[in-house]
């Protein structure tokens, strides 16, 4: 199982409310990066860790998206107070030291509001 | 600003027929391109990438893609197509240690038996 792990692999939450996705990398993998993708469009760039720190934070939405990273492993994105728009897969990937190399990526987080 | 543009959101080939699917780029400094492939219920694959040197790279499954400077694009291609081909694929770009990569909304290939 050396791929990265996400999970809730689905969730269904009420508007209003707050949601926690998880993202667990290959391990040694230092580069993580989220990304969401509504339906029927691409993939747009949330934020990228480097190890724990997050150098660029300008992908996020909205001051109600927040993420961290511990352990230079495992990473939570955080939606709090949940519209309808945020509605959509939230994917994470992996690379070994971030830069030009690919990334690896999990099957992501289906998050829908009601 | 950086951006990718797939202009065809959908194709359909028939088995067997080439295939392209165009990427168009647009990006200040060198670019770092790939293809990554999302089937059906599944993550994304990395197809192929370019960083550098020959500009006509190849990749799994049959994929090539060439990157042509002149024209910001780096199209994929494969010879003849197999039905498990039938997914969506996407063309980003990046940069050496410019860690944002940006993608383009994706092509959906079907294919016909």
């Known amino acids: 199982g050396a791929g990265v792990s996400q999970s809730p692999s689905n969730k269904v939450t009420e508007k209003g409310k707050d949601v926690e996705l998880r993202c667990d990398p290959i391990?040694?993998?230092?580069?993580l990066y989220w990304y969401r993708q509504r339906l029927g469009q691409g993939l747009e760039f949330l934020i990228y860790?480097?190890?724990?720190?997050?150098?660029?934070k300008s992908g996020l939405p909205s001051d109600r998206f927040s993420a961290e990273r511990t352990g230079e492993s495992v990473s939570t994105l955080t939606i709090q107070r949940t519209q309808q728009e945020d509605s959509a897969v939230y994917l994470c990937?992996?690379?070994?030291?971030?830069?030009?190399?690919?990334?690896?990526f999990g099957d992501g987080t289906r998050l829908s509001i009601l | 600003a950086q951006s990718v543009t797939q202009p065809d959101i959908h194709i359909t080939v028939s088995e067997g027929a080439s295939l392209e699917l165009r990427c168009n780029y647009s990006?200040?400094?060198?670019?770092?391109l790939f293809w990554y492939v999302q089937s059906p219920g599944q993550g994304l694959q990395l197809l192929l990438k370019?960083?550098?040197?020959?500009?006509l790279v190849q990749g799994i499954k049959g994929f090539e893609a060439e990157f042509k400077r002149s024209q910001s694009s780096f199209n994929l291609r494969k010879p003849s197509v197999h039905w498990s081909d039938a997914a969506e694929y996407f063309c980003?770009?990046?940069?050496?240690?410019?860690?944002?990569?940006?993608f383009g909304s994706g092509t959906k290939l079907n294919v016909k038996p």
């Open positions: 990006y200040g400094a060198t670019p770092y």
């Open positions: 980003a770009v990046g940069g050496y240690n410019f860690n944002k990569f940006y």
């Open positions: 370019y960083f550098s040197g020959d500009t």
């Open positions: 860790f480097q190890g724990n720190s997050a150098p660029d």
């Open positions: 391990s040694g993998h230092t580069a």
């Open positions: 990937a992996s690379s070994p030291d971030g830069g030009n190399q690919p990334q690896h």
